[in-house]
């Protein structure tokens, strides 16, 4: 997992509440477990105009103009910032693996459904909460500034807007190690891959009837 430690990113902004992961990646792309290849499909039933489905060739698709992501000044976006309940409805891991095909490292939010959150952080993406004025005042800007960006600053846990102003915000300590290090469950396992090596080895001296 690529690690998450400073990220200046352009923000693209999505102004709607209860986002659900439906939305983020319908249903008909889930075929496949592999974590890439998602990108083009992520909100594919808002993106385009017309019903899409498996190893259909998005670049001849017709793109909905009345669609933000799809605005031009906000492509190459890796900053998103969200309303409330963003990621509800199915637990779906194929959500944060297209939102992080798609570009986005970080996502900015009134607030996440839990699972959603939590399967965020299992794969390179940074959810962050703040308080609903600060959400506000983001969305305001980011609107009437084109190309607006953030700093986000994990050692420091803040987000700095262009002018200097810091917003502080919580993530856990374990998540943000992980992150800093580039974790993910595997990465984790295989820290302790000298042991469980030496685990192996001691299980075949004392029970060989298993091994043979």
């Known amino acids: 997992m690529e690690k998450f430690v400073r990220l200046d990113g352009l923000v693209a902004p999505l102004d709607r509440a209860n986002v659900d992961t439906d939305a983020i990646i319908p249903k008909q792309f889930l075929k496949s477990i592999k974590r890439s290849g998602f990108g083009p499909n992520a909100f594919d039933e808002w993106r385009y105009m017309d019903h899409g489905e498996p190893g259909q060739d998005c670049t001849k698709r017709i793109r909905n103009p009345n669609f933000v992501l799809n605005q031009e000044r906000y492509q190459g976006a890796s900053i998103l910032l969200a309303r409330s309940n963003f990621g509800c409805g199915s637990s779906r891991e194929h959500a944060p693996w297209a939102l992080h095909d798609f570009g986005f490292r970080a996502i900015i939010g009134e607030s996440f ?13 940074l959810p962050i909460v703040l308080p609903k004025a600060e959400i506000d005042a983001l969305f305001g800007l980011t609107e009437h500034s084109p190309g607006y960006r953030l700093t986000i600053d994990l050692p420091g846990q803040r987000v700095v807007r262009p002018d200097g102003h810091a917003i502080p915000f919580e993530v856990d300590a374990f998540r943000k190690e992980c992150l800093l290090n580039g974790w993910d469950d595997i990465g984790l396992t295989l820290r302790h891959a000298e042991k469980i090596r030496e685990f192996e080895t001691r299980r075949r001296a004392e029970q060989p009837w298993l091994f043979s």
Request: aromatic share 24%.
């Open 113 to 125: 459904a839990d699972i959603f959150f939590n399967n965020c952080f299992k794969n390179g993406l």
